[in-house]
């Protein structure tokens, strides 16, 4: 309420059946009132109560009595002019609780954005190497001379409280992927396999594979374990043959984080020699521990590795003891070549894993892909770059499962690995021979090489039609040097030829067929070449007289 003025003139003191400014019923309005109706300004308050005084003034003196009440009458009029409502909103707004109230959620929300956060950038600095903040660059992966990327994964059991030889890398296998023609080979590692180590480990300066990542880990933390995968990449690319650039560490919990991140199932095709699938009573225990408790809790037999062949779906405590089972206790079926049965399990797992993430659309989610690596930050470990990482979201998108080649090292009627006791242990080693490991180069070189001539490795017999002593000799020796596949060296049955003759036996090949044409600009003689040739041969080329070169005189 404003303040009343004291020497305020010009008031009329009220009247029965009068209002300020008003007349009595049959009376004419004062001209000074009048005046005051006709302002422009008469409906803003203080431009009303300026006017009234102005036009008033000089009309006498009043009682201070007849102008309070004069005013009182003036504010219940006041008090009866409707007011400009404000809106809902900005009135709610105004309300101090509701201001502290908004201020403390935002508080909150940053509060838990800066948490996950941190939590994100710990959890992927365990993983990747370098800069978080790279993460938003996309800078493809190291690559080899055929342009693959070669990549080395073990697993460990630390995580499993009382496992046995928990630093052992019972899991080996190294992927190798293009990133231009979107395709991979999975090459499983035998974890028996006999080496030679380098150096003074458990075993000695020899032993299994297996042992070699704790042998050369030393100390603890993150950085450690990058060193350790690093030396163990190096190691096993020396034996293969082969350029290996990363590696990663996985053990228990990342199988179980990965099975749940992609909905707490995979779907794996049993693909046994046995009618029945596979059986493995190793992990009955988790069953319970009396026959009834296991019928009852791993129906129909009571084991819980039990598959018939054919498409299976797996949980992630199933998933993880099939990557483990081998059959190396009876009862067990389907296991006939233990670990090697082992083998091709775990990389069925990892192609079902991938096949799952593709299908749920969690590689497609950067927020679910942040989310699994905050969930596995404590137990994945990897030399790869932060950099690096939207080049490995985007390809293991962009590969399909038809596109990744096992390759198998015991399959075939040549098979490049054996078995056999060493020094009273049960070991793999090369056909070829101990630490002989040119057939598994030789293989590799063939299955990865960007060269379709030594992909192909197509057999070739070069037979001498000239009539000169050592003319095929020297021809094959040049196709060796440009990487083609001699089979054998011989003279042609007596005849005439032309400088180049080339026969094609069989089909396919077609990349050697193409370099072959290119290279003595001939097409391919119809019919059967004029010698017979093993099985094997995919072409027979003869050469004959050469034309002389003409020589210039002077």
């Given at each position: 309420m404003?303040?009343?003025?004291q020497?305020?003139d ?11 400014g ?7 309005k004062?001209?000074e009132?009048a005046?005051?109706?006709e302002?422009k ?13 102005t036009a008033?003034?000089g009309?006498?003196?009043i009682?201070?009595s007849e102008i ?5 009458g003036i ?8 007011k400009?409502?404000k809106?809902?909103v900005i009135?709610?707004?105004?309300k101090?609780w509701?201001?502290?109230a ?8 940053v509060?838990?954005g800066?948490?996950v ?5 710990i959890?992927?600095?365990?993983i ?5 903040f790279?993460?938003?660059q996309?800078?493809p992966?190291?690559?080899d001379a055929?342009g693959r990327s070669?990549?080395l994964?073990?697993g460990?059991?630390?995580?499993d409280?009382?496992?046995e ?5 019972d ?8 990133q231009?023609?979107?395709?991979a ?7 028996d396999?006999?080496v030679?180590?380098?150096?003074a480990?458990?075993s000695g300066?020899e ?11 030393e ?9 350790a995968?690093a030396?163990e ?28 991140a992609v909905?707490?199932s995979?779907t ?7 009618p029945?699938g596979?059986?493995d ?7 319970g ?6 019928l009852?809790?791993?129906p ?12 299976v779906?797996?949980?992630?405590e ?6 483990q089972a081998?059959g190396d ?7 006939e ?9 775990q ?8 096949e799952?993430?593709?299908?749920a659309?969690?590689?497609?989610d950067?927020n679910?892909v942040?989310?699994?690596i ?17 080049t ?10 038809e596109d990744?080649e ?5 399959d ?6 054996t078995?056999?006791?060493i020094?009273?242990?049960s ?5 070829a ?15 990865m090489?960007?060269?379709p ?5 197509a057999p070739i017999v ?6 000169a ?10 196709l060796?040097?440009?990487?083609f596949?001699i ?25 050697t067929?193409a370099k072959l ?16 040739v ?10 004959g ?10």
């Open positions: 404003a303040k009343k003025s020497s305020m010009g008031f009329i003191p009220r009247r029965p059946n009068r209002k300020v008003g007349t009595i019923s049959g009376e004419e004062p001209k009132f005046e005051i109706e302002d300004h008469f409906k803003k308050k203080d431009a009303e109560k300026s006017s009234v005084s008033i003034s009309m006498g003196d009682t201070k309070d009440e004069s005013l009182h504010d219940d009029e006041e008090q009866k002019a409707p400009r409502r809106h809902p009135k709610f707004l105004k101090k509701v201001k502290r908004l201020l403390f959620l935002v508080a909150i929300l509060g838990v800066i948490f956060g941190i939590r994100a950038f959890a992927g600095s365990n990747f190497q370098g800069n978080v790279e993460i938003f996309t800078v992966l190291k690559q055929n070669n990549i994964i073990v460990t059991s630390e995580d409280p009382g496992h030889g928990a630093s052992l890398t899991s080996m296998m190294i992927l190798s992927v293009n231009t023609t979107k395709d080979f999975m090459i499983s590692i035998p974890r396999l006999y030679q180590y380098g150096r480990c458990n300066y032993g299994k594979i297996n042992e070699y990542y704790g042998c050369v880990h100390g603890t933390g993150v950085e450690h374990d990058r060193k995968l030396k990449a190096t190691f096993v690319g020396k034996i293969f043959g082969l350029q290996v650039d990363y590696g990663v560490n996985v053990n228990y919990t990342v199988m179980r984080e990965l099975v749940s909905g707490g995979i794996v095709t049993i693909e046994s020699r046995h029945d596979q059986m009573s190793n992990f009955d225990w988790k069953c521990t009396t026959y009834a408790q296991r009852k809790r791993c129909p037999r009571g084991h819980f590795i039990d598959y018939p062949n054919g498409p779906k797996l949980d992630a199933h998933a993880l003891y099939l990557a081998r206790r009876a009862p067990t079926y389907g296991f070549q233990s670990n090697f049965d082992r083998e091709k399990n990389q069925k797992i990892i192609k079902a894993l991938r799952k993430a593709v299908s659309g969690v590689l497609g950067f679910k942040r989310a699994i905050d969930a596995l930050g404590k137990n994945l470990r990897s030399t790869f770059e932060f950099k690096e990482f939207r490995l979201v985007a390809l293991a998108q962009e590969i399909k499962s990744i096992s390759i198998s090292l015991i075939g009627d040549s098979p490049i690995m078995t056999g006791n020094r009273g242990i070991s793999v080693f090369p056909s021979g101990l630490f002989n490991y040119d057939d598994l180069r030789l293989l590799l070189k063939q299955k090489s960007s060269n001539v030594v992909r192909e490795a070069v037979l001498n039609g000239s009539g002593a050592g003319v095929a000799t020297k021809e094959s020796d040049k060796k040097a440009a990487e596949t089979a054998y060296v011989g003279d042609a049955p007596a005849g005439t030829y032309a400088p180049y003759t080339l026969y094609q036996v069989g089909k396919g090949n077609d990349g067929l044409k290119k290279r003595y600009d001939v097409k391919v003689t119809k019919g059967d070449p004029p010698i017979a093993d099985a094997t041969v995919k072409f027979v080329l003869i050469v007289p050469q034309p002389v070169k003409a020589t210039s005189s002077n």
